[in-house]
């Protein structure tokens, strides 16, 4: 029984059907599709419908849900199924195997990707490397085995050209420690032939459209596939695939799994080789075959490193041994276009299948010991190719169809014999039930000397030439009465079918139309001896051991090989023999439409599917007895809550009589019955009812746990608040006194210490007497401050104030703020001495006239006038006025400024002497201090500090901004003025510009 999935989402196990028909199954199959529940239970089968789209289901988070729980436990998923299938792997030391099935396009290859991803997600919880690395060359494998074996169809763009089967080993402690992969059927003559809207294997586009220019060079190959013609068709064809991504993933696979950079090289060179064979012409001179376009061979000759010759010779003659004679047969142009043929599907093939045994060799498990090691137990992924019917059904298809039918006998079988072994295991009776059994339709392919296989054998064993229609009249003789079997001979008036070329099976999955052209020769097989010579006298090591038979001498008999359909045939057995000693566990593939839609759900084509794959027969055989089992002590952990004598422990001598108290409270002994370690339940409504019960029990208990828990965790918590609060006090009044008396003991004498404490280190105070640090710290930098001016005269406390408020304005802005001199206000006494007693008649008069009480600066400027020229003047500031006054006429006042005028002072960044005031009434007075008595000295930082001092003093603000360049206001209008060093330059000069005034100053 699956939880977390409400009826909404239709029934999650379709054993729990109200009533098991047909229209109810495909019902509840396209409620879950459009609901975007993929994956759907019959007991322990997973039924999962291609959604056509990326889902977010199979992430980390995910693969937790289902690690170690039981398939009822969670919504039904792939991850169950192969958690039960390694479950039963790791506790019972049983060799399991997990079966995907459906037909082509139903998403078999990408369910088994997943479930290869499960697996190695939840092993090797140790993190061993060897573990690990066997882990990725598992998961390495199906990237370079999907480039090699698949290809897109018209069904399906990643279709499984080849049948695989993957058995993983795992030691005693359930990690995987190898593994070994079995291919089946390769479909070569995909190499040669495309229908319409195909293309061949993904390989062959991969090199040609992602390879590397360099390579692609030494491979004489174009990027084109459309130059080609054995990929000709499949270049033509639009698809989503990204084959240039592809080629670099499938390089790097193979470098992971252990191919050298010689074995990845060699096959490239086949690749491309089987591409330049297809455009081989063959043409005739007489009666001589020739080969119209010889620089192709010369090609081929190297890339396979043979001689161009042997290549030609291999193409164009056929050596026959006669007795002690050997003889060169020419062939026909028809012939030669045959040999070409079978050498290039004979290449692909031998290449894919020492491909597949190469991954062997590196993933199959080496050194174990099972006496040492503990057993080593196995889980098997099966991913075959799926029931085919193509508009033209040749011999693979009838092959696949064949492998299909033996799988679904074993399905049949499989679940049958378990089902019924349960029940006697249990000793609960078993009701027979009827399904069809399509043993008719396998023994119609395989039995001796009847079957389809032996006809086809024996047609290709007679003498003399043998055609496709005399294996159909064989065929129309000896299967005349057969059920499952028509032609068109036998049904005249059935017009599908064509005359001595059709027949018709009719398989557990629908009627298929087989053509027999090509049937004759792909069973043969045939490749001529002297390809085989020419390849395995190649120098390349790797190409050489493809074809050990090659070495035979050309006069030395051999045995008749074995048909492909003999071939095929003994490994269906085999696979099928393998699968029936391993606990299978099954994933039925449905493929909801042919357009890829992820939103389409065709009624007809899944309930032909879900009939040819028996799954209606399947719920049948699950609901014969019971339709849902588990084991006494689980049903009593799931339901006990619902009975007073089970809840929340029974006193029961044993868990069986507990789970028979239960169901007989609730009224339901009836419809269940006892085995000896599980309880069956008969019809899904009892279960429901159950879990009904269980739901409205389980949100109950929950509000009283949740109210106990509550209650619990608030006492605990407060418990723990309030001794933490004991603790926190106790602990900061210890801090507290602790900092406070090592404050103490590190400043008891600063008073003594010529520093007054500056260099002491504080404490790190507790965080909760961080202010009070800060106070402490201002307190003491005050009294150090204190104890340094309280000795200092009015005028040096003046100067302290000014050169403090220059540092907190100026600091860092300007490069010298003159803070090491002593600031004397008045500087036109010392700079012009000849003309001093001058300044000082013209300061007494102006001081009695304005009442001034303090000359806070005055120093020779050079200025901008209102006619924009520079003229020399002087600047006299006192604690009321700001005047201008002309040297040139004993300092005679030009013009005056109220200081309480002035908003703000700009000055540079530069080491020049520019200073701007700015005004109330937008005449800014422009001015650069000159004449310094010792040249070079810097005053604006004595300026600027002066008269922030006395502004702060009478609570007014000046604003004071330091930039390049400054912006201000001449008579009303806006201009700038810009600083600019000039090598030559004696003295600073103002000159006029477009946007203002330029100020240059000397650069030496």
């Given at each position: 029984?699956a939880?977390?999935?409400?009826?909404?989402?239709?029934?999650?196990?379709?054993?729990?059907?109200?009533?098991?028909?047909?229209?109810?199954?495909?019902?509840?199959?396209?409620l879950?599709?459009?609901?975007?529940?993929?994956?759907?239970?019959?007991?322990?089968?997973?039924?999962?419908?291609?959604?056509?789209?990326?889902?977010?289901?199979?992430?980390?988070?995910?693969?937790?849900?289902?690690?170690?729980?039981?398939?009822?436990?969670?919504?039904?998923h792939?991850?169950?199924?192969?958690?039960?299938a390694?479950?039963?792997?790791?506790?019972?030391?049983?060799?399991?195997?997990?079966?995907?099935?459906?037909e082509?396009?139903?998403?078999?290859?990408?369910?088994?990707?997943?479930i290869?991803?499960?697996?190695?997600a939840?092993?090797?919880?140790?993190?061993?490397?060897?573990?690990?690395r066997?882990?990725n060359?598992?998961?390495?494998?199906?990237?370079?085995?999907?480039?090699f074996?698949?290809?897109?169809?018209?069904?399906?763009?990643?279709?499984?050209r080849?049948?695989?089967?993957?058995?993983?080993?795992?030691d005693?402690?359930?990690?995987?420690?190898?593994?070994?992969?079995?291919?089946?059927?390769?479909?070569?003559?995909r190499?040669i032939?495309?229908?319409?809207?195909?293309?061949?294997?993904?390989?062959?586009?991969?090199?040609?459209?992602?390879?590397?220019?360099?390579?692609?060079?030494?491979?004489?190959?174009?990027?084109?596939?459309?130059?080609?013609?054995?990929?000709?068709?499949?270049?033509?064809?639009?698809s989503?695939?990204?084959?240039?991504?592809?080629?670099?993933a499938?390089?790097?696979?193979?470098?992971?799994?252990?191919?050298?950079?010689?074995?990845?090289?060699?096959?490239?060179?086949?690749?491309?080789?089987?591409?330049?064979?297809?455009?081989?012409?063959?043409?005739?001179?007489?009666?001589?075959?020739?080969?119209?376009?010889?620089?192709v061979?010369e090609?081929?000759g190297?890339?396979?490193?043979?001689?161009?010759e042997?290549?030609?010779?291999?193409?164009?003659?056929?050596?026959v041994?006669?007795?002690?004679?050997?003889i060169?047969k020419?062939?026909?142009?028809?012939?030669?276009?045959?040999?070409?043929?079978?050498?290039?599907?004979?290449?692909?093939?031998?290449m894919?299948?020492?491909?597949?045994?190469?991954?062997?060799?590196?993933?199959?498990v080496?050194?174990?010991?099972?006496?040492?090691?503990?057993?080593?137990?196995?889980?098997?992924?099966?991913?075959?190719?799926g029931?085919?019917?193509?508009?033209?059904?040749?011999?693979?298809?009838?092959?696949i169809n064949?492998?299909?039918?033996?799988?679904?006998?074993?399905?049949?079988?499989?679940?049958?014999?378990q089902?019924?072994?349960?029940?006697?295991?249990e000793?609960?009776?078993?009701?027979?039930?009827?399904?069809?059994?399509?043993q008719?339709?396998?023994?119609l392919?395989?039995?001796?000397?009847?079957?389809?296989?032996?006809v086809?054998?024996e047609?290709c064993?007679n003498?003399?030439?043998v055609?496709?229609v005399?294996?159909?009249?064989?065929?129309?003789n000896?299967?005349a009465?057969?059920?499952?079997y028509?032609s068109?001979?036998?049904?005249?008036a059935?017009?599908?079918?064509?005359?001595?070329?059709d027949?018709?099976?009719?398989?557990?999955?629908?009627?298929?139309?087989?053509?027999?052209?090509?049937?004759?020769?792909?069973?043969?097989?045939?490749?001529?001896?002297?390809?085989?010579?020419?390849?395995y006298?190649?120098?390349?090591?790797?190409?050489?051991?493809?074809?050990p038979?090659?070495?035979?001498?050309?006069?030395?008999?051999?045995?008749?090989?074995?048909?492909?359909?003999?071939?095929?045939?003994?490994?269906m057995?085999?696979?099928?023999?393998?699968?029936?000693c391993?606990?299978?566990?099954y994933?039925?593939?449905?493929k909801?439409?042919?357009?890829?839609?992820?939103?389409?759900?065709?009624?007809e084509r899944?309930?032909?599917?879900?009939?040819?794959?028996?799954?209606?027969?399947?719920?049948?055989?699950?609901?014969?007895?019971?339709a849902?089992?588990?084991?006494f002590?689980?049903?009593?952990?799931?339901?006990?809550?619902?009975?007073?004598?089970?809840?929340?422990?029974?006193?029961?001598?044993?868990?069986?009589?507990?789970?028979?108290?239960?169901?007989?409270?609730c009224?339901?002994?009836?419809?269940?019955?006892?085995?000896?370690?599980?309880?069956?339940?008969r019809?899904?409504?009892?279960?429901?009812?159950?879990?009904?019960q269980?739901?409205?029990?389980?949100?109950?208990?929950?509000?009283?746990?949740?109210?106990v828990?509550?209650?619990?965790?608030?006492r605990?918590?407060?418990?723990?608040?309030?001794a933490?609060?004991?603790?926190?006090?106790?602990y900061?009044?210890?801090?507290?006194?602790?900092?406070?008396?090592?404050v103490?003991?590190?400043?008891?004498?600063?008073?003594?210490?010529?520093?007054r404490?500056?260099?002491?280190?504080?404490p790190t105070?507790?965080?909760?007497?961080?202010?009070?640090?800060?106070?402490?710290?201002s307190?003491?930098?005050?009294?150090?401050?204190?104890?340094?001016?309280?000795?200092?005269?009015?005028?040096?406390k003046?100067?302290?104030?000014?050169?403090?408020?220059?540092?907190?304005?100026?600091?860092?802005?300007?490069?010298?703020?003159?803070?090491q001199?002593?600031?004397?206000?008045?500087y036109?006494?010392?700079?012009?001495?000849?003309?001093?007693?001058?300044?000082?008649?013209?300061?007494?008069?102006?001081?009695?006239?304005?009442?001034f009480?303090r000359?806070?600066?005055?120093?020779?400027?050079?200025?901008?006038?209102?006619?924009?020229?520079?003229?020399?003047?002087?600047?006299?500031?006192?604690?009321?006025?700001?005047?201008?006054?002309?040297?040139s006429?004993?300092?005679?006042?030009?013009?005056n400024?109220?200081?309480?005028?002035?908003?703000?002072?700009?000055v540079s960044?530069?080491?020049?002497?520019?200073v701007?005031?700015?005004?109330?009434?937008?005449?800014?007075l422009?001015?650069?201090?000159?004449?310094?008595?010792?040249?070079?000295?810097s005053?604006?930082?004595e300026?600027?500090?002066?008269?922030l001092?006395?502004?702060?003093s009478?609570?007014r603000?000046?604003?004071?901004?330091?930039?390049?360049?400054i912006?201000?206001s001449?008579?009303g209008?806006?201009?700038?003025?810009?600083?600019?060093?000039k090598?030559?330059?004696?003295?600073?000069?103002?000159?006029?510009?477009?946007?203002?005034?330029?100020?240059?100053?000397?650069?030496?």
């Open positions: 029984m939880e977390h999935e409400s009826l909404e989402f239709g029934k999650a196990d379709f054993v729990l059907l109200d009533n098991v028909s047909l229209e109810e199954f495909m019902a509840n199959l396209k879950r599709f459009e609901k975007g529940r993929i994956y759907t239970y019959i007991g322990e089968v997973v039924v999962s419908v291609n959604p056509y789209r990326a889902m977010n289901i199979y992430g980390r988070d995910t693969i937790e849900q289902y690690k170690g729980r039981e398939l009822y436990e969670r919504p039904p792939l991850f169950a199924i192969a958690d039960a390694y479950k039963a792997m790791k506790r019972r030391n049983k060799d399991t195997c997990i079966v995907i099935s459906g082509s396009g139903a998403g078999k290859t990408e369910a088994s990707k997943y290869m991803q499960y697996i190695a939840i092993t090797n919880p140790g993190q061993r490397a060897e573990v690990e066997v882990k060359m598992l998961l390495k494998s199906n990237c370079v085995l999907e480039a074996g698949n290809a897109k169809t018209n069904r399906n763009d990643n279709s499984s080849f049948g695989k089967y993957m058995d993983i080993n795992f005693f402690k359930g990690d995987p420690i190898g593994g070994h992969i079995n291919n089946y059927l390769l479909e070569k003559s190499v032939f495309q229908q319409e809207g195909e293309r061949s294997f993904h390989s062959f586009y991969q090199l040609v459209k992602g390879g590397p220019e360099a390579l692609l060079r030494s491979l004489h190959v174009s990027k084109d596939p459309t130059t080609y013609n054995y990929i000709r068709v499949g270049g033509q064809v639009k989503s695939i990204n084959d240039t991504a592809d080629f670099k499938v390089a790097d696979a193979m470098k992971v799994i252990g191919f050298t950079a010689e074995e990845i090289q060699t096959v490239y060179k086949i690749l491309a080789s089987i591409l330049h064979l297809g455009n081989l012409r063959f043409g005739v001179d007489g009666d001589t075959t020739l080969i119209e376009n010889p620089k061979v090609v081929i190297g890339l396979l490193a043979t001689k161009e042997s290549v030609e010779k291999a193409l164009l003659y056929r050596t041994a006669t007795g002690r004679d050997v060169d020419q062939h026909t142009a028809q012939e030669a276009s045959y040999g070409r043929d079978a050498l290039a599907k004979a290449m692909y093939e031998r894919f299948c020492w491909i597949v045994g190469r991954i062997n060799d590196v993933i199959e080496k050194n174990y010991d099972a006496r040492v090691h503990g057993k080593n137990t196995v889980i098997g992924v099966l991913d075959i190719y029931f085919e019917i193509f508009q033209n059904n040749s011999f693979e298809q009838f092959c064949y492998c299909n039918e033996k799988l679904q006998q074993l399905f049949i079988q499989l679940v049958l014999t089902e019924q072994e349960e029940y006697q295991r000793g609960i009776p078993w009701k027979h039930i009827d399904y069809f059994n399509n008719i339709i396998v023994d392919v395989e039995l001796q000397h009847k079957g389809i296989f032996s086809l054998d047609a064993m003498v003399g030439k055609t496709d005399v294996f159909l009249q064989g065929l129309n000896k299967l009465k057969h059920a499952h028509t068109r001979k036998l049904a005249p059935d017009k599908s079918l064509e005359f001595d070329r027949f018709r099976v009719r398989h557990y999955a629908g009627d298929v139309v087989y053509s027999v052209v090509g049937f004759i020769d792909k069973n043969k097989d045939t490749l001529f001896q002297d390809f085989k010579r020419l390849l006298n190649s120098s390349n090591p790797v190409l050489k051991v493809m074809w038979e090659g070495k035979l001498s050309i006069t030395e008999v051999t045995k008749r090989p074995l048909t492909a359909a003999t071939l095929f045939k003994n490994s057995i085999s696979l099928v023999e393998n699968l029936t391993k606990e299978p566990y994933v039925r593939c449905v909801p439409n042919e357009v890829k839609s992820p939103l389409l759900f065709e009624q899944c309930r032909h599917q879900v009939e040819y794959l028996g799954l209606l027969e399947n719920v049948r055989v699950r609901r014969a007895g019971f849902n089992r588990q084991e002590p689980r049903f009593l952990q799931r339901y006990k809550m619902i009975s007073e004598f089970t809840w929340p422990n029974h006193d029961l001598r044993s868990d069986k009589e507990a789970v028979q108290m239960l169901l007989k409270s009224g339901f002994e009836h419809d269940v019955a006892y085995g000896k370690t599980k309880v069956f339940i019809t899904p409504r009892t279960l429901f009812s159950l879990e009904e269980r739901t409205e029990m389980v949100g109950r208990i929950v509000l009283f746990l949740q109210k828990w509550r209650g619990t965790i608030a605990m918590r407060y418990r723990c608040m309030r933490a609060l004991v603790i926190l006090r106790a900061r009044r210890y801090k507290v006194k602790s900092y406070i008396k090592d103490n003991r590190k400043f008891k004498n600063v008073r003594s210490m010529k520093d404490g500056r260099s002491v280190k504080w105070p507790p965080k909760v007497l961080r202010r009070f640090e800060e106070a402490l710290r307190i003491h930098n005050r009294w150090w401050a204190w104890t340094l001016i309280k000795d200092l005269t009015p005028e040096a003046l100067q302290i104030k000014a050169k403090v408020a220059a540092l907190e304005a100026l600091k860092g802005l300007r490069p010298d703020l003159g803070l001199r002593s600031w004397e206000g008045n036109l006494k010392r700079d012009s001495p000849d003309k001093a007693s001058s300044f000082t008649l013209v300061s007494s008069d102006l001081q009695r006239k304005d009442k009480m000359v806070l600066f005055a120093c020779n400027v050079r200025k901008i006038n209102r006619f924009h020229k520079a003229e020399d003047r002087a600047i006299f500031i006192t604690d009321r006025h700001l005047y201008k006054m002309d040297p006429k004993q300092y005679k006042p030009m013009k400024v109220p200081l309480y005028n002035v908003t703000g002072v700009s960044p530069g080491k020049d002497q520019l701007v005031f700015h005004t109330k009434d937008s005449r800014d422009v001015v650069c201090l000159q004449g310094m008595m010792p040249p070079g000295d005053r604006i930082g300026l600027v500090g002066t008269l001092s006395h502004f702060k009478e609570k603000k000046l604003q004071v901004n330091v930039a390049s360049p912006q201000c001449m008579n209008r806006k201009c700038t003025v810009v600083v600019e060093t090598i030559n330059q004696s003295q600073p000069d103002f000159t006029k510009s477009l946007s203002g005034y330029i100020l240059s100053v000397p650069g030496n």
